[in-house]
């Protein structure tokens, strides 16, 4: 088992920024590979970022390249998610999210989810 914990939402204003922090406990963590999703109200659980257990892979969500940037500590057992430039259409609840799958962009790659962490973005 793999738990995740996500931290460091909240409310910021458009065009500012915010980091995520999703620590994990449990299994090895550099055996995972790590990814963001988000699910705005109303609407279906999307990709934002994901990156390989050893930092070579990462991929982005079309909607957030150059704003977001995906990183790890896998000394610290950490993800990172560095939100700039941040749009109200970015208004979600974030997961992290561990697996071990190659579609990394996928939902169904992955094996354990945190409880994720609200962020809002007023225009």
């Known amino acids: 088992q793999v738990q995740l914990v996500e931290s460091g939402g909240g409310l910021v204003q458009a065009g500012g920024s915010l980091r995520l922090s999703c620590a994990a406990s449990g299994r090895t963590f550099n055996n995972y590979n790590m990814g963001w999703f988000r699910q705005a109200p109303g609407k279906e659980r999307e990709f934002v970022a994901t990156i390989a257990w050893s930092g070579s892979t990462i991929f982005y969500a079309d909607s957030v390249k150059g704003r977001f940037t995906i990183s790890r500590d896998n000394a610290k057992n950490t993800v990172y998610l560095q939100m700039d430039s941040l749009k109200p259409e970015d208004t979600a609840v974030y997961y992290c999210?561990?697996?071990?799958?190659?579609?990394?962009?996928?939902?169904?790659?992955?094996?354990?989810w945190g409880q994720g962490t609200q962020v809002t973005v007023s225009s």
């Open positions: 999210a561990a697996g071990t799958g190659r579609r990394l962009w996928r939902l169904d790659e992955y094996d354990y």
